[in-house]
DNA sequence: CGATATAAGACTAAAAATATCTTATATATC
DNA sequence: GATATATAAGATATTTTTAGTCTTATATCG
């Protein structure tokens, strides 16, 4: 019952984006070695972001990835689902049938509430707030040691 | 970020005891078979439940679990936690030192608040209140076809 | 065209969850 | 006390999920 890599992972790399704001363009390298997530790792989370809409993804010489939509408008939530799917503390709530009959059922109700509730708090978050406040699980925006990593992908002669 | 098979068994047999009251010896053998959970898995959650003192353990011939306290002081929060350990939906939460600043972090204050929600609303539902009610999660008390699967311990001649 | 990006999916490694098995210990009953 | 019946406790095994890496392909700029 733990928010997973991935899902931290890509939280991150939105709210480095969010930082630059809306449309700016930023290279996975750039957002990896700031954000201290493995490239390659970052390029499946943020295919996942892309297909829900996002960032867009530029391929290419001086690609990178953009926010598509302003930060205020970017939940915590979405984010998060993106990547993991949908929150679900309990089978149970969103699998209706790994039950014999959720509808009646006191467990049920009570995880359903829990979910809800969990859900509603992330969607209540957006971007520009966390944009604006410091976040200790992100190296500040105009840092000056840079990433301490090389991951590029390729290998240099 | 979901519930562990183990803190779903160990909150069946919480409610399976609620269902016949505090103080009540309710063999391994025949929760296991009620409430359809693998005996000797049962048996490892019925310690963890034990050492939290939700339960008692009585060995030897005869001998079962029972509620040591009656069903509405037992909370949901208390069974789970039990089970699985502290409910922490990112690390960051529970474990400050694992991000650099964590008091000062926006994300960890969303993380904080929604954990702090959540182990709330769990912590406000008591078992007596859950047996009362119908549970899918559960055979009903009085079942007739009882267990499916014979989990004994021993291997019979 | 060639250098520099990311795409996409296969593949591997590590960790956690989910059991199961084995040996030991406790208790009631005969 | 002997025996049958329970659970205790920890080692071991299996499965699933998570996390990360590698390889080949594709897109874009200059």
Redo the contacts with the bound molecule.
């Keep these: 019952m733990r928010l ?4 931290e ?1 890509g939280i991150r790399c939105v709210l480095h984006l969010a930082r630059h704001g809306r449309g700016t363009l930023v ?3 750039e957002i990896a070695a700031r954000t201290d ?5 970052l ?2 989370i ?2 996942q972001l ?1 297909r829900a809409g996002i960032i867009e ?9 953009r926010l598509l939509a302003d930060p205020s408008e970017i939940s915590l939530l979405s984010v998060i689902e993106a990547v ?1 799917g949908e929150i679900s503390l309990n089978d149970c709530v969103t699998r209706p049938g790994s039950c014999h009959n959720s509808a009646t059922c006191a467990i049920h109700r009570v995880w359903g509430k829990a979910n809800r509730e969990l859900r509603d708090t992330l969607r209540g978050t957006n971007f520009a707030a966390m944009a604006a406040e410091e976040s200790c699980c992100l190296t500040s925006f105009p840092e000056t040691g840079a990433g301490r990593r090389d ?4 290998a240099r002669p």
């Design positions: 997973t890599r991935a899902g992972y290279s996975r390298k997530v493995p490239a390659h790792f390029a499946k943020a295919q892309a993804i530029m391929q290419g010489a001086n690609g990178g990835y993991i991951d590029s992908d390729e």
